[in-house]
């Protein structure tokens, strides 16, 4: 990647046990992490955006309750999750030399300095 000059690396969960290698990489060369797993940006990654996993097991266990009181999976709709986390690290913000805009933090449910 570094020898295409990407701007950006997005790592997909799929990746997740290689995470240290990939941020290790990616700090070595200057790439900044966006993922979709808070650990991510926790450890040295640049952003994380993804679903609220606590609310999708909670809606989970719901649909588990439905069933077993005798509903038919094939009846139940089909959900998509509609609330969002973002993580933004400002220690790799800086050490990548960007500044996030003040309408950016604002938005995010944690900074992590």
Same mark, same amino acid.
């Given at each position: 990647?570094a020898? #295409? ?26 790439? +900044? ?39 038919? +999976?094939?009846?139940? +709709? #089909?959900?998509?999750p ?17 500044? +996030? ?13």
């Amino acid at each position: 990647m570094a020898k #295409v000059e990407a701007q950006a690396v997005i790592v997909q969960g799929l990746f997740d046990p290689h995470r240290a290698i990939i941020l290790e990489q990616a700090a070595k060369h200057r790439l +900044p992490i966006l993922s979709g797993n808070r650990e991510t940006a926790a450890a040295g990654g640049l952003i994380s955006y993804s679903a609220k996993f606590v609310e999708l097991y909670e809606r989970a266990a719901l649909y588990v309750g439905k069933i077993l009181k005798g509903a038919k +999976p094939a009846d139940l +709709p #089909v959900e998509q999750p509609t609330t969002f986390e973002m993580v933004i690290n400002l220690k790799t913000a800086n050490t990548l030399g960007f500044t +996030p805009s003040p309408s950016l933090l604002a938005q995010a449910d944690e900074v992590i300095e």
